[in-house]
């Protein structure tokens, strides 16, 4: 059973800071590439970042780059957003994905974390 938790959400201030954490279990966690997903409130899911298996490669959505920062441990099963410099237009539930990117994409999600951005 794959099974994937998001923590670290919350409210925070604009110009603030936060870290999402993604916790794996039922499987290898190293097998599979990672996202992290948003969907503000009556729009679209919409990609935030993405690492592949062993972390050498990362890519971002232009809202965040230079601002986000993801990464994983594999050791650790587990994988992060940092995030900070938020504005308002960052609130959004965050969701934490895993699959093969390349060919059937982002198979498991978890449930997803509430991060809200006050101006």
């Known amino acids: 059973q794959v099974q994937l938790v998001e923590s670290g959400g919350g409210l925070v201030q604009a110009g603030g800071s936060l870290t999402l954490s993604c916790t794996a279990s039922?499987?290898?966690?190293?097998?599979?590439?990672m996202a992290w997903f948003r969907q503000a409130p009556g729009k679209e899911r919409r990609f935030v970042a993405s690492?592949?298996?062993?972390?050498?490669?990362?890519s971002y959505a232009d809202p965040v780059k230079g601002r986000f920062t993801i990464s994983r441990d594999n050791s650790k099963n587990a994988g992060s957003l940092e995030m900070n410099s938020l504005s308002p237009e960052d609130t959004a539930i965050y969701y934490c994905?895993?699959?093969?990117?390349?060919?059937?994409?982002?198979?498991?999600w978890g449930q997803g974390t509430q991060v809200t951005v006050s101006s």
């Open positions: 690492i592949s298996k062993n972390g050498d490669i990362q």
């Open positions: 994905a895993v699959g093969d990117r390349a060919n059937t994409g982002y198979d498991y």
């Open positions: 039922g499987w290898t966690f190293k097998i599979f590439d």
